[in-house]
Structure formats: structure tokens, C-alpha cells
């Protein structure tokens, strides 16, 4: 078996083994799974990290619940309201001044206003919020797909992380920011939110956008977002860990 491969059997193994129904123990067995042999013949044409896109895209899903598992209480954390008059005048609009950026490593630099944004296809999931500090809670998100921002801004082919600057500064530590890396950008549940239980999304919980990156844990689902940044390298950003809590000493893959 050429080294190359391997390298590519070991990434489905991880990958689509963790799916808990496709479980792999060699080669024979992928090319059994129909569609998965036309997968790796088109893949192998791709570069390793266009590779860990395709693959990333049939990577497991978080649960989801039912509407009856909502949580009445949903705890809002961190920053509740940001301060600062530029945030103070467009939640007095109610956010008809708000523009997105996208920027930093894409083809098509955009800026999108909220309708902009709500006229996108959009994806609804319920799913549980783990913060660290132990507490839980399941609500409704509605949003459009991060991979829809990004297919439209056209990523490129150097970008390794997607970078959420947001609007508050939290305990005087600077703006609260974060990253990901584009397995996660394009995962479908991968979304940019700006509802929640079916209304509009409050300002405790991040108005008028915020992400779920449902995989992780809840300090990665920046809120207040007003641009998105296509990066190689997070190192010139904050203290270089790739987020605001991760500058503190967070881990920056917070799985769960
Ligand atoms: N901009 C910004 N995003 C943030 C935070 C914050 O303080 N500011 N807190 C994080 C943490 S630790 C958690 S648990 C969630 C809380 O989201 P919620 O307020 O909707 O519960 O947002 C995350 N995203
Ligand atoms: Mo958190």
C-alpha cells in the first residue's frame, strides 16, 4: 500500500469511523460502501486539505433534540450586552445598520446586511450548549450555514482557519474573538445564527449574529460576531492561541 494511501485510509478511518455505522478495518471494506470508491477516486485529486473538506462534510453530527426538550432557562454568559455607543446605536435600530464582513483570505470580500443574510437558505437545529463552567442547556438555533458565507466570499486555497471578531470586550481582556478550522466552517451544522426558539436572537445570547459550532464546547460560539476573517495563521491575533479564552489557556479544539 503506497504511503499516500495510508495517510488517506488513516484520515476516512478516524473520520468516518467515528460515524459509529460505517465502521472500518481496511480497504476492502471502503470500497464496499457505495459512493465511497467514486469519494476517494475524486479525492485523491484534491490536496490533503481539500481531502479533510470532503471528509469533513460527512464528519458526525451533534445530536438533536425534539422542541418538547427546549430548556425554559437558557443561561446567557459571558458578555450580555456589549458596551460601547457603535453597539448601542445598531441594537436601537434594531440591527438595520449591521453589516457582516467577510474578509481576509477569500476571492470575493462581502458585506452583508441582516435581511442580506436572512434571505440566505437557512438550517434549523435544536442541540445541547455545554459551557465549561458545568451547566447545560438544549435550545432552537436558526441561521444560515457558515459553508453558504463562505462559498459565497470563496475561500482560498492557503486559508486554514475561519477567525469570528466580535463586538464586546470582555473584562477589559480586549474583543472576544475565535477560530475554527474549515472542517468545522463547512460542517452542516455549522451555522451563523440569528434566531433563536423561533425569535429573534436576544442580545444576552448575541443579537443580532452569533455561531454554533455544535461539536464544541460553548466558548467557541462567538457571539456579538461583526466579521468573519479567512486566515492561514491565527498567530498575530491576541496572544497567537486562536481565541479569547484560549489566550487565557483554554484548549483551542474543545470538543465534546
Ligand atoms: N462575543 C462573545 N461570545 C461568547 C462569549 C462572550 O463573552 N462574548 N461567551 C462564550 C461562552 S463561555 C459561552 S458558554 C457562550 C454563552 O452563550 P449564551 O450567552 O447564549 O448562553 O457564549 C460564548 N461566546
Ligand atoms: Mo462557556
Known sequence: MTRKLLTRRSALTGLVGAGGGLLLSGCERIVQIPGMLGMLESAEKLS???????????????????????????????TTRPSGEDYARLSMSGFADYRL???????RPLDLSLDEI?????????TRHDCVEGWSAIGEWTGVPLSQLLQMAGV???????????????????LYYESIDLVDAF????????????????????APLRLRVERQLGYKMAKYVMRIEAVDSFATLGRGRGGFWEDLGYEWYAGI
Open 101 to 107: 464582513k467577510i474578509d481576509g483570505l477569500v476571492m
Open 118 to 126: 436572512r434571505n440566505m437558505p437557512s438550517r434549523s437545529q435544536i
Open 156 to 174: 482560498q486555497p492557503n486559508a486554514r482557519y475561519i477567525v469570528f471578531h466580535c463586538a464586546d470586550n470582555l473584562g477589559g481582556q480586549g
Open 187 to 206: 460542517h452542516p451544522q455549522t451555522i451563523m445564527a440569528y434566531a433563536m426558539n423561533g425569535a429573534a436572537l436576544p442580545i444576552p445570547h448575541g
Open 48 to 78: 490533503q486539505r481539500g481531502q479533510r473538506l470532503v471528509l469533513g462534510s460527512s464528519t458526525p453530527l451533534a445530536r438533536e433534540y425534539t422542541r418538547a426538550e427546549i430548556s425554559r432557562n437558557f443561561k446567557a454568559n459571558g
